[in-house]
Structures are given as structure tokens and as C-alpha cells.
């Protein structure tokens, strides 16, 4: 038991430096040798869990999407709204959801496929859009996996325009302005009304972040 | 004269040699050598109009944004939508286009600062912005700078999407349903009622291609 959560904190440990690297160089002049320089493993137990550039790179993607957790809420709608807010606010300080970004943009040298970032966001935030949908939240002609793919495609867009801008510090007004245009043709009246999509949304829906890992290392 | 014009075509060879290389390399990884291989110029003409990899990249940007014409509209809403549909219309046969996207989302070992492809492409989209604001197009609560910013991010990242499940095939669609989620928060009821936003539109309203650049070298 002792060792299966050490060799969880090391997985996590591997994964997080790998995020920064990638985060910093993107894949394509990431390197292994530069990861552990950065993690207190040896190159033994990286390989142990990460056979090759490639596969930290799929790990780092499938980590993201569990990598943060915010508040359960009646209203689907609001927690899909809400992963994304929680995205934006720790953004500017999270090189493991940047490095997902950088590995969905740049088109280097391997082709990640159905472990592509995109893909992996359309599939935790289309769940939520459905499941918003049979509750009757979203207006009658919204197609709920359109729609998601529609907010997946404009999220590396608003941060790449964040960094040039502002170097990330308006990342959350720009996504609460990409909720603003949307949900009227998404949201029924009544819950377009109750919707929460003020930039400081992301801090109050949040209840963790980096330690979902842990658990998806089983 | 003459000579001018021949310089005029020699630039535009050489912008469209570059934008396919840096479409397919990215910026870090193009070559001068490599963009020297695809177009009859010499080494000599090519330093004379752009002496530094980095000339030519901001070249490309600059050309990209006067790349293509679409027709005049009384609509300055319906101009500016007309512009996207021709831009993801064109896209996938169209190196100059995908070469200011790659440019745009690729963080490389150059910053291009004010030349960045967002800001260029907010400047030229966000002119017509102003323009139907004050023609009466928009709903009083827009403000035009901030929704042509939310169009021009979403745009790599729909055509990322789009390369990555269709291999650009389903690129005018995924503008078209960008457009019918965004309008009904920005247009005017009557104005709503008679913009084209179907798949199909990009290529009605396209004039020319590739043509602008000429001028622009003068």
C-alpha cells in the first residue's frame, strides 16, 4: 500500500515536470534529459512509468482533463461553464493545463490522435453538455456535442490571445466574454437568468487542483 | 515600370514559397535553404526583399490579412462574417492562410509582437465591427473590439479541431455554427434575419485570391 502511493506521488512528480517542460519548449525540443533535471526520480523509474517522450506526452494530456475538480451543481450547464472558469483562473500558475494547450496547437512531430487535447475536452465537457440538455437546460435546436466542440475549438484561441495581450492576466474576462455571446443561444431563458459567468467564477467553483492524478494512476 | 512590376511578382513568389514551408515546418524548424528549393528566385533577390527569416514571417502575416477580397456588402456585419466563410473556404487549398495560423498558435523562438496574426487580423475584422456598430447593426451592449477579439481567437482553434477530426473537410461548417452560436448575441433582430452564415457562403461572396499582395508591395 505504502509503495503503490509512492509510486503514485512518483508518477504525479514525473508528470508535473514533464509539464513544465513541454509547457516551456513544446514537444518538439522537450527532452527527457531536461525533465529530470527538473524531478527528483531517477531515470530508471521514469522509464519504469513513462517508456518514451510520447507517452509522458499522453499522460500529460489525459492528467489535464482530471487535474482539476470544482463543485457539483444542479444545473449542468453551470459546471461545464465552471470547468472552464476554474481552467482560466489557474492558468496563468499551472504549467501542467498551458502544456496541454501547447501539445493541442502545435502541430510537431507526433500526431497524438485520439489522445489529442481537443478530443479529450470534448469528450469531459460534451458528458456535462448532455446531461444538461436532457434536463432541459439548453434551448431545443443545440446540438450538445456541436456546441462543446464549438467551446473546446475557441479555448486555445483566448489564451494564446491572453498571453500575447496580457500574458495571460485577462484570461478569465475572455472567457467569461466567450460565455457572455454564447449561452443566449444555448441556455433556456430561465436558466440563462441563474447562470453565473463573472470572471471571478473560476475561484469560487474551484475545490481542487493536481490531485485527481493521483487517483487515474490506478 | 515594368521593373516594378516584375519586383512586385518576385516578392509574391517568394511570400508564397515561404508560407508553404512555414505552413509545413513552422517557424522554427523553416529554412531559407528550403523556401530558396520551391521558388525560381535567386539568394541574392531574395535577401534584397527580406533579409532575415523574420522579414519573411512578418511578410507572410502581413500578406495573409490582405490575401483574399470578398464582395462589398451593405452589411458590414454580413462583410465581416463573409470574410471568416472565405477565409475557412479557401483554408484548405490555401498555404498563406494556414501559414498565418500555424505562425499565430506556435510559440517559437521568435515573439512577433505587434505583427502577431491575432492582432493583424483584429485590426482588419475589427474595422468592420466599428463600422456596422455605428450603421446600427449590433445590439447596444456589444462592444465591437471585444467581440471581433472572441471571433479572431476562435478561429485556430476551429480549424485545429477541424484538421485534427476531418482533415479540414468540415472547416466551413464548424465557421458557419461559430457564427449562428455568436449572432443572435450581436446582431440586431432585423439585421439577424437576413445574414447568409450557411457553409456555402464563403464561396458566393470570394472575389479574388491571392491578389491584394501586389498592391500591398508598393
Redo the contacts between chains.
Keep these: 500500500m505504502a509503495q503503490q502511493e509512492r509510486a503514485i506521488r512518483t508518477r504525479r512528480m514525473i508528470l508535473q515536470g514533464a509539464a513544465e517542460v513541454f509547457d516551456e519548449f513544446?514537444y518538439?525540443?522537450a527532452s527527457i534529459k531536461e525533465i529530470l533535471s527538473r524531478v527528483e526520480v531517477t531515470k530508471g523509474a521514469l522509464y519504469f512509468h513513462f517508456p518514451s517522450k510520447e507517452a509522458l506526452a499522453r499522460g500529460v494530456i489525459q492528467e489535464q482533463t482530471l487535474h482539476l475538480r470544482v463543485a457539483e451543481n444542479a444545473s449542468k450547464l453551470q459546471e461545464l461553464v465552471d470547468i472552464t472558469m476554474a481552467v482560466a483562473h489557474v492558468l496563468p500558475e499551472d504549467a501542467m493545463l498551458r502544456a496541454g494547450i501547447?501539445l493541442?496547437?502545435?502541430?510537431g512531430s507526433v500526431d497524438f490522435g485520439d489522445s489529442?487535447p481537443?478530443?479529450a475536452w470534448t469528450e469531459v465537457l460534451g458528458a456535462l453538455a448532455e446531461q444538461a440538455k436532457q434536463q432541459g437546460e439548453l434551448l431545443p435546436q443545440v446540438d450538445p456535442m456541436?456546441?462543446t466542440?464549438?467551446i473546446?475549438?475557441?479555448?486555445?484561441?483566448?489564451t494564446?490571445?491572453s498571453q500575447?495581450?496580457a500574458g495571460l492576466a485577462d484570461v478569465e474576462r475572455?472567457v467569461s466574454?466567450?460565455w457572455?455571446?454564447?449561452l443566449?443561444?444555448?441556455a433556456t431563458p430561465s436558466v440563462l437568468a441563474r447562470l453565473d459567468t463573472a470572471p471571478g467564477r473560476g475561484a469560487r467553483a474551484l475545490l481542487s487542483v493536481g490531485e485527481a492524478g493521483g487517483e487515474s494512476a490506478e
Tied chains: 1, 2.
Design positions: 513544446g518538439d525540443a501547447r493541442a496547437v502545435e502541430r489529442n481537443l478530443l456541436e456546441t466542440e464549438l473546446v475549438s475557441s479555448f486555445p484561441g483566448i494564446l490571445y500575447v495581450a475572455r466574454v466567450l457572455q455571446h454564447l443566449p443561444s444555448i
